[in-house]
């Protein structure tokens, strides 16, 4: 059973601070990696992926990928209210067939 | 280019009766995804469908649930005897051929069971 798991949150930061989502994946042979924004009662948006160990940056998002480690993390750089949403994270499996979400991190921005 | 197209958006059927949602891929997308999300839960995934083709269907529950996704038009997520469990999101996705590829979501079609 391929797994993703994501902690549920809220995770709650001020706005302006950096906000960290982490989350890791059981199945080893997994090659590409995704992270999706969902607002409530609205379809995954897709921010970022990554497939390369390391960082990958696009304006205020950083994706982070650790293989060895089996993790991947998103950090949102000057958190803003309008980022307040579910993030999920999304792993393809090694046939490149499926996309598997986590559960998904709820961010809240305070303004 | 339009983006993946679900319809109907939102729909209403009463315990016993059959829901039909339909997806249309985006245009050059020959891959299609259906994923169901419970109320206050995530994304759960439950068929992958190339045209006339099922791919994977593990996440499939075994009675009621069936998919196509036929040579012409697009692809059907077919519900029998509905349920109050079946009250959910429904989010079609597709992807282009190529293994790996990202998939795009449609704006989803939000079935309730009253």
């Known amino acids: 059973q391929k797994e993703v798991e994501q902690n549920s949150g809220p995770l709650s930061v001020p706005e302006g601070a950096i906000a960290s989502l982490n989350c890791t994946y059981s199945?080893?042979?997994?090659?590409?990696f995704f992270w999706y924004r969902q607002y409530s009662g609205k379809s995954p948006e897709l921010i970022m992926f990554?497939?390369?160990?390391g960082d990958k940056e696009d304006g205020r998002f950083t994706a982070q990928l650790n293989k060895a480690s089996q993790y991947v993390s998103l950090l949102i750089r000057d958190s803003q209210p309008s980022d307040s949403a579910t993030y999920l994270c999304?792993?393809?499996?090694?046939?490149?067939?499926?996309?598997?979400f986590g559960g998904g991190t709820r961010l809240m921005v305070k303004p | 280019n339009a983006g993946v197209m679900q319809n109907p958006r939102h729909l209403v059927r009463r315990r016993g009766q059959e829901a039909r949602l339909r997806c249309s891929p985006m245009?050059?997308?020959?891959?299609v995804y259906w994923y169901r999300q419970l109320p206050e839960e995530g994304l759960k995934f439950m068929v992958y469908?190339?045209?006339?083709?099922?791919?994977?269907e593990s996440g499939m529950p075994k009675e009621r649930f069936s998919a196509e996704f036929p040579k012409e038009g697009p692809s059907i997520l077919r519900i029998q005897q509905v349920v109050r469990g079946d009250s959910a999101a429904y989010f079609c996705?597709?992807?282009?051929?190529?293994?790996?590829?990202?998939?795009?979501f449609g704006e989803g079609s939000w079935l309730t069971v009253v």
């Open positions: 245009k050059g997308h020959s891959h």
């Open positions: 990554i497939y390369s160990n």
């Open positions: 996705a597709s992807s282009p051929p190529a293994a790996g590829n990202t998939i795009y």
């Open positions: 199945d080893r042979g997994s090659q590409s």
């Open positions: 469908l190339q045209k006339e083709n099922i791919i994977d």
């Open positions: 999304a792993v393809v499996d090694n046939a490149g067939n499926m996309l598997t």
